[in-house]
C-alpha cells in the first residue's frame, strides 16, 4: 500500500477505527510512536510498524508503557511529532509521565482505546470508563484536552485535530477510543494533502541567547526551542522558571502552575468541540460522547417519532469541559440524560454545571457492550413524563 | 432509510471477516452505500465459533450492530443452529449445503439459498477460497449491494497475488447462484411458498 509522497493515502478506503487512527496520525506529521502493544490498541502500532518505514517514521516497541511515555517526550524535544499509544491497564502506567508532559508542555498524543476495567478487566470488549482517569490521572494540578471519536472516519480526522491542538496549547492529549471504535470497520476518506491543515510546531524565532524556554507571551504558551539547535534550555518535572530552572518556592509555583490551567481554562470556547442537534425546542437533552452517541442517535429517532422534544449534544472534546455553555442550556430545558459506558463519570460535571436548575438522569453501564438503545430511549421518555 | 442487516458466521479460519470486509467495502466504497462491519474480537474470531456483522443503508448508519439479520450467511452447523433464531422471519438465510443441515420447522417465510461452495472451492484446487464463493453466491441471490462492486471488492481485499483466484471463484458462486434464481440447480432450495 504506497501513499504520495508523504505516505498519505488519499482516498476511500475501509478501515477499522485503530488502522485510521494509525493513518490520521501519519496524516498529522506523527514520526515517532513507542508503545507496548495492548488489546485493543494493538492495531494502532501494528499499522504503524507496517507504515512507518514508507513514511520515514519510527516505531520502537518498547520494554513497557512507562518508557513509552518517556520515550515520545524525548523523540519530541529532539523535534519530533510523537504519540504512544494504549489502553487502561497501560495508560495507568503512563499517567505519571502524563503529568510530566503537562509540567514540562511536551506537544504529544496519548491514545488510550477503552477496554473494561478496573486491572486488566475485558480486554477485548468496550468501556468509557478512564474518563475521569484522562483528566485526573496524574498528581498535581493540570489540565489536558480529552477528544472522543465516534467512527472510524472521526479517528482519522481527530487525531489530526488532536495533534493540532497539542501544538497549539503545548499539552499532552488525550485521544480516548474504545473497542468497538477501534474495531469498527466503515468508510474513511482521506483527503488530498494540500487540505489537512496541521498546526506547526511554536518554534522560537528568538536568536540563542535571547530565548527562555518557558517565558509565555499573552496566550500563556511559550514557543518551543529543539534540542541540539543551539538554544539553551534547561528541561524539569521540578517547579520551573521562565528559564526552565528549578525554583522550589510557593510564588514560582503559584505563576507556573496557574498558567499551565489558565492556558486551558481561558480558552475552553476556542478549545470545545461539539455536535448539537435538534437543541432549539428541546425539553430533554440527551449528552454523549463516544460510541455512546451513535446508540442515542438511534434512541432519540425513536423518541421523536413520539413526538418527544429532545436534542443531543455529542462532546467531541470532554475536557476541559464547556461548563458555561452546559450551564446556559441547563436553564432552557427540563433534564439531561446522560448515557455513559462507565458507572456515572462525565455527568458528575453535568451535574455540577447544572447545578439543580434541572434533572441529570445518569445511564450507567458497567462495559463490555454498548447500551441497548431500548434503554436510552426509555430514559428520555421518562424524562420527560 | 433502507437498511439490511447481513450476519456471516462460521469457524474461525474460513475466512468469515474477511467475507464481511469483501461485503461492506463492495458497498461503501464500490457501490453508493453506508457500511459499518462489526466482528466478534476474542478467543472466538480464533478458532470456533465466529461472526461478522454488516449493516449496509443508504443512509448513515447509527446503530452499528445487527439486531435482527435481514440476512444470514453461514459456514458452520453451529453458526445455523446459533444465529437462525435471530433472524427475520422474512430473511434470506445463504448457507454451505454440504456443511449446515437446516434445523427443522424453520418459518416458511424464511428465503433459503444452499451452495456446496466446499466442493466448488476443491474443484479450483484451494478450500480456503470458500468463502469467496460464497459471497459470489451472496452477490446473485441478494440484491443488496450490486455484484460488480462485489467484484472490485474482492480484488482489492484478497491478499497480493492471490487475486485471480479469488475472482474464479467469485464467479463460480455467483454462477451457481444465477442458476439457482433460474432454478436450474438441483442442490439449491429456493423456497417460494
Known sequence: MLGDNDGILSGAHFLDGDHACAEGAIAAGCNFVAGYPITPSTEVVERLAWRFPGTGGTFIQME????????????????????????????????????????????????????????????????????MQARWGSHGDYEVIALVPNSPQECFDLIIHAFNLSEQYRVPVLFMMDEVIGHMTEKVVVPPRDQIKITPRRYTKLPPGEYEPYRAGDDLVPDFAKAGDGHRFHITGLTHNEKGYPVMNAECQEQLVCRLVDKIRTNVEQISFFHEDGLEDADVVVITYGISSRVTMRAIREARKKGVKVGHLRLVVVWPFPEEYIRRLAKQIEAFVVPEINLGQVVLEVERCAAGTCDVISIQHAGGAVHKPRTIYDAIVEAVR | ???????????????????????????????????????????????????????????????????????????????????????????????????????????????????????????????MVVNIVMVGFFAAVTEVVDAAALRKSVEASVPPGTEELNLIAFERGLAYGQEALAGKTSESVVSRK
Not at chain 1, 73 to 86: D, I
Not at chain 1, 111 to 118: D, H, K, S, T
Not at chain 2, 67 to 83: G, H, K, N, W, Y
Request: aromatic share 6%; proline share 7%.
Open chain 2, 1 to 127: 432509510m433502507n437498511t439490511t442487516e447481513i450476519k456471516i458466521g462460521g469457524l474461525g479460519g474460513q475466512g468469515v471477516i474477511l467475507s464481511g470486509m469483501i461485503i461492506g467495502r463492495g458497498a461503501c466504497i464500490f457501490d453508493d452505500k453506508y457500511a459499518t462491519l462489526t466482528q466478534a474480537f476474542g478467543p472466538e474470531a480464533r478458532g470456533s465459533a465466529c461472526s461478522a456483522q454488516v449493516v449496509i443503508s443508504d443512509e448513515l448508519i447509527e446503530y452499528p450492530y445487527v439486531e435482527q439479520p435481514d440476512i444470514l450467511m453461514v459456514l458452520s452447523q453451529e453458526a445455523c443452529t446459533r444465529f437462525v433464531p435471530e433472524m427475520s422471519p422474512t430473511g434470506t438465510l445463504i448457507y454451505e449445503g454440504q456443511l449446515v443441515k437446516l434445523p427443522p420447522s424453520l418459518p416458511e417465510t424464511l428465503k433459503r439459498f444452499a451452495i456446496p461452495a466446499t466442493r466448488i472451492a476443491e474443484e479450483l484446487r484451494r478450500r
Open chain 1, 64 to 131: 513497557d508503557e512507562i518508557a513509552s511515555s518517556i520515550a515520545i517526550q524525548g523523540a519530541v524535544w529532539a523535534g519530533a511529532k510523537a504519540m504512544t499509544v494504549s489502553s487502561g491497564p497501560g495508560i495507568s502506567l503512563m499517567l505519571e509521565h502524563i503529568g510530566l508532559a503537562a509540567m514540562t508542555e511536551v506537544p504529544c498524543v496519548f491514545v488510550n482505546v477503552q477496554r473494561g476495567g478496573p486491572s486488566t478487566g475485558l480486554p477485548t470488549l468496550p468501556a468509557q470508563a478512564d474518563m
